[in-house]
C-alpha cells in the first residue's frame, strides 16, 4: 500500500539481487550497528557523547533526521538503505542543490566491513546514477574523496567519473587535497547504456525533487 504522506518511502531501485530503498527510521540501529568504525563522519555534527564508539554511532541518527526535517525540493538528500540478497550491508545518498536549474547530482557512500571488496559499491553508485540521469533528468553527477581513499576514488573511476581538479578542505587539525570527480549525462549514456536498474514508485516522488 502506498504511503499516504512520505511517497519517498516506497521508491525502489533494484538490479539483479541488489536493492535500494529510502532509510527509514527502523533502519538506524541496524545501520549504527554495521557502520564502520572508521568511516569519517560529518565533522559539522554535534557531539553527543563522550564515548567514540557511541558518538559514531549516533550519527546515523543525526545525519537521517537532518536530511529528512530539512527536506526541501531545491535542497535534498536521499540516503538509501543497500541491501544484497536481502541483507543490509550499507548506506548510498544522492543529493543536490537547486536541482530544477543545475541539474547535478552528488553521491555519498559507505559498506559495513564485509560487504567491502565484492563489487558492491559499483553496483550502487550505478543504481542512484540511473535515478538521477535516467529518472530525474540529470545533466552531471560530482563526487569527491581524500586523495588517498583509494578505495572511493577506484569506484569512481570504474563507473566512468572524469577528473575535476582538487579543492582544499580541513582535516582533523590539518587541510588535505579532495579529488572532485565529474560525469556529465553524455558520459553515462556512452558508459552505461545497459544498466540493468529497475526505478519503481519514481512519478509519486517526482515533485519533491525539484524535477
Known amino acids: 500500500m502506498p504511503h499516504p504522506y512520505w511517497p519517498l518511502f516506497d521508491l525502489r531501485l533494484t ?4 536493492m535500494l530503498r529510502p532509510v527509514t527510521e527502523a533502519d538506524l540501529v541496524p545501520l549504527a550497528r554495521i557502520q564502520p568504525a572508521d568511516l569519517e563522519t560529518d565533522p559539522g555534527l ?3 557523547s563522550d564515548d567514540p564508539a557511541q558518538r559514531h554511532a549516533m550519527t546515523v541518527f543525526q545525519s ?15 540516503p538509501f538503505a543497500v541491501f544484497t540478497g536481502g541483507a543490509l550491508v550499507g548506506w548510498q ?21 564485509s560487504a567491502q571488496g565484492r563489487g558492491l559499491g559499483k553496483r550502487m553508485r ?48 590539518g587541510a588535505d587535497d579532495m579529488v572532485r570527480l565529474r560525469m556529465t549525462r553524455a558520459q553515462w549514456q556512452a558508459r552505461h547504456p545497459d544498466h540493468g536498474v529497475r526505478i ?9 525533487f525539484g524535477a
Open 15 to 18: 538490479a539483479g539481487d541488489l
Open 200 to 208: 519503481d514508485n519514481l512519478p509519486p516522488c517526482r515533485h519533491m
Open 93 to 113: 545518498e544522492l543529493e543536490a542543490r537547486d536541482f530544477a536549474a543545475l541539474r547535478t547530482v552528488e553521491t555519498s557512500s559507505w559498506l559495513t566491513p
Open 46 to 48: 554535534p557531539a553527543l
Open 126 to 173: 550505478i543504481a542512484v546514477l540511473a535515478l538521477a540521469f535516467e529518472g530525474l533528468a540529470a545533466q552531471a553527477a560530482q563526487t569527491e574523496a581524500w586523495h588517498d581513499n583509494a578505495a572511493s576514488l577506484g569506484v569512481s573511476t570504474a563507473v566512468g567519473y572524469a577528473d575535476n581538479g582538487r579543492t582544499r578542505h580541513r582535516r582533523g587539525t
Open 64 to 78: 537521517y533526521w537532518e536530511r529528512v526535517g530539512g527536506w526541501r525540493p531545491d535542497d535534498w538528500k536521499l
